[in-house]
């Protein structure tokens, strides 16, 4: 079992930044993605952004350019820095990680980009 935590979230204006931490615990070893969702009240969760423990990275395109994610080395933390964030990036954020096929979740965190 793993369970992932996120922080960082908050009230931030628009053209503002903000960067999201998460942090994996329990059975950790042999992670083999990482990555984070976004979900609106009404709608689906969708991808942000995902990187592999080998370090390859992927985006949606609404947030290329703006945000990037890395992680650490022992893939135990990764992160988003989000910049240039906008209104309608406004959304609860959720840290997943993903081993043996089997998809891990926090609880999110809210992001508010509002002036």
């Known amino acids: 079992q793993v369970q992932v935590v996120e922080s960082g979230g908050g009230l931030v204006q628009p053209g503002g930044s903000l960067r999201l931490s998460c942090r994996a615990s329990?059975?950790?070893?042999?992670?083999?993605?990482m990555g984070w969702y976004r979900q609106v009240p009404g709608k689906q969760r969708d991808l942000v952004a995902t990187?592999?423990?080998?370090?390859?990275?992927n985006y949606a395109d609404s947030v290329k350019g703006r945000f990037t994610i890395s992680k650490d080395i022992a893939n135990t933390m990764w992160y988003l820095q989000m910049n240039s964030l906008k209104p309608e990036d406004t959304a609860v954020y959720y840290c997943?990680?993903?081993?043996?096929?089997?998809?891990?979740w926090g609880q999110g965190t809210q992001v508010t980009v509002s002036s």
């Open positions: 990187i592999t423990r080998a370090g390859t990275t």
């Open positions: 997943h990680a993903r081993q043996w096929e089997v998809d891990y």
């Open positions: 329990g059975s950790i070893f042999n992670i083999d993605g």
